[in-house]
C-alpha cells in the first residue's frame, strides 16, 4: 500500500454547548473554531482520518512538510513515520498535537485495512472499562456536592475534580466532596497546573489526608525537579507527564525522577497512538499506571488496549450532568466497533459534508 495524497479538509466548527469554564486564568470551552480533518489518501481505496481543532496550524505543518514526506510511503511503516516525523520536528518545532493526528490517521488506514478497530490491532486487553466523572469547574462547593451526587447517580463510581485553582479554597472543595461521598469513593483532583510548589504542596497536603487516588498536573511540566520536591513534601500519589512534551522519553525522565506514582498518556499529547503505547510500556516496565488522558474515541482504543490502565475520562461539562453517550448506565466505557479508529461512529447522516466532498474524489 501506498500513500498517494494527504488533504487538510478545514471545517468550521460551533462554539462548545453549552459553554464551560476552567481554572481561573484559562480559557474554558472552546469558541466556534476553524476545525480541520487529516484525509491520508492510498492506492488501496483506504483512507485514514483524524481531526484537530487547531485548522490553520494543522494546515501549515501538511502543507510545508508532512504532504512530501508521506506521499509514496508505505502507511503500515508507523514506526518509520513517526521517528521522520521527530526528526522534522527538531527544525520545525511543530506543535505537540501535529505527530498525534498524522498517527491516528496511519493507525485508522491500518485498522481499515485489517478490517479491525485499533484496539484490536494493537491487541485487546478488555472491552470496557469504568470511566470516571471529570468535571469541568463549577460555581461553588454546594454546586460541585450535588453535581457528585447526579454523577454517582448515573452510574459513575469515580470523580475528578477540576476546581477554581485556589489552592485554599480548592483544598476545602477536596475535604467536602470526600466528606460528602463518604470513604469509598476514589477521587482524583486535576489542577491543570494553576500553582507553584508552595500551593502545590499545600493542596496535596489536603488531598492526602482526604485519601485521594492521584493529584494531577497541579504544576507546569516544565521542571521535573519541582514534580521531585512535591513528590518528598506530600503522599497524595502524584500522576505527571500529562502536556510535557517528547512523549516517552520526557516521561522517562519523570518516572526516573521518582515522582511519578502513575503517568498520563493520549493520543493527543504523546504522538498518536504509537507514542501513546510507547508511554504505556515505558510505565508498566516500573510497574506504574498509565491513565488515559481526555475522552473521545481514539482514547476509548487506548483505554481496550493498555494493561496498567484503569479509567476512561469522561468530562461532566454541565449542571444538571448530562452523561455523554460512551459511557453506559453502570458507569462503564465500550470498545468501539468500527474498523480502524471510527469516527464515523458518530455521524448521523455519513460525514460532514466539506470530507464528503474530499473523501468522493
Ligand atoms: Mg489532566
Redo the contacts with the bound molecule.
Keep these: 500500500m501506498i500513500i498517494t495524497g494527504v488533504d487538510v479538509v478545514r471545517v468550521p466548527v460551533p462554539a462548545y454547548e453549552p459553554p464551560f469554564v476552567w481554572r481561573a486564568g484559562l480559557p474554558g470551552s472552546e469558541p466556534a473554531a476553524d476545525g480541520a480533518w487529516l484525509v491520508i489518501r492510498t492506492d488501496a481505496g483506504v483512507s485514514g482520518l483524524a481531526f484537530t481543532l487547531r485548522g490553520a496550524m494543522l494546515q501549515d505543518v501538511i502543507d510545508r512538510r508532512i504532504r512530501a514526506e508521506l506521499v509514496g510511503r508505505d502507511p503500515i511503516a508507523r514506526e518509520f513515520l513517526w521517528e521522520r516525523i521527530w526528526e522534522l520536528d527538531r527544525i520545525d518545532r511543530f506543535p505537540v498535537f501535529v505527530q498525534g493526528v498524522i498517527d491516528v490517521a496511519l493507525w485508522d488506514i491500518g485498522g481499515k485495512a485489517a478490517q479491525m478497530p485499533v484496539y484490536q490491532l494493537l491487541g485487546s486487553y478488555r472491552e470496557s472499562i469504568p470511566a470516571y466523572a471529570s468535571t469541568v469547574t463549577f460555581s461553588c462547593i454546594e454546586e460541585y456536592l450535588d453535581v457528585a451526587d447526579q454523577c454517582l447517580e448515573l452510574g459513575y463510581t469515580a470523580i475528578k475534580l477540576h476546581a477554581w485553582g485556589d489552592a485554599r479554597r480548592d483544598a476545602r472543595l477536596s475535604e467536602a466532596l470526600r466528606e460528602h461521598v463518604g470513604p469509598d469513593v476514589p477521587l482524583m483532583y486535576?489542577g491543570?497546573a494553576g500553582f507553584d510548589l508552595l500551593d502545590a504542596t499545600y493542596l496535596g497536603k489536603a488531598l492526602s489526608a482526604a485519601d485521594y487516588l492521584w493529584y494531577?498536573?497541579p504544576m507546569r511540566e516544565f521542571s521535573v525537579t519541582a514534580y521531585s520536591w512535591l513528590a518528598e513534601r506530600v503522599e497524595v500519589p502524584l500522576i505527571v507527564a500529562?502536556v510535557a512534551e517528547g512523549s516517552h522519553m520526557k516521561t522517562a525522565d519523570f518516572i526516573v525522577a521518582g515522582c511519578a506514582a502513575a503517568v498520563?498518556t493520549s493520543t493527543g499529547l504523546r504522538g498518536g497512538f504509537t507514542g501513546a503505547m510507547r508511554t504505556a510500556h515505558l510505565a508498566d516496565a516500573f510497574l506504574l499506571r498509565a491513565e488515559v488522558?481526555g475522552p473521545g474515541v481514539a482514547n476509548r482504543h487506548l483505554c481496550m488496549s493498555i494493561s496498567n490502565t484503569t479509567y476512561y475520562e469522561s468530562l461532566i461539562d454541565s449542571n444538571p450532568v448530562r452523561r455523554p453517550a460512551d459511557v453506559d448506565a453502570a458507569g462503564n466505557a465500550h470498545a468501539p466497533t468500527l474498523p480502524g479508529v471510527g469516527y464515523e461512529e458518530s455521524w448521523v447522516d455519513g460525514p460532514p459534508a466539506l470530507l464528503a466532498a474530499v473523501l468522493a474524489e
Design positions: 486535576d491543570s494531577e498536573e500529562e498520563r488522558h
